[in-house]
């Protein structure tokens, strides 16, 4: 990711909390380690992907 920016972001210790135990399943069932910051971009995406969805069909059922 040769173009990417550094962006830092304040979490509630019960959030990261979950993004750690969450980097560490991953980690144990894929055999290698996976950061937090890669849970964070893949959360992110994922969740971003599903509001993006949702607004789009909420946008063609105003149709």
Do not use: C, H, N, W
Request: proline share 3%; glycine share 4%.
């Amino acid at each position: 990711m040769a173009d990417s920016k550094v962006v830092a972001f304040r979490f509630p210790p019960a959030l990261q909390d979950r993004i750690d135990g969450y980097a560490e399943r991953l980690s144990t069932r894929a055999g290698v380690e996976v950061t937090r910051a890669q849970v964070v971009k893949k959360l992110l995406a994922l969740g971003l992907d599903a509001a993006e969805a949702e607004e789009t069909a909420t946008r063609k059922q105003k149709r």
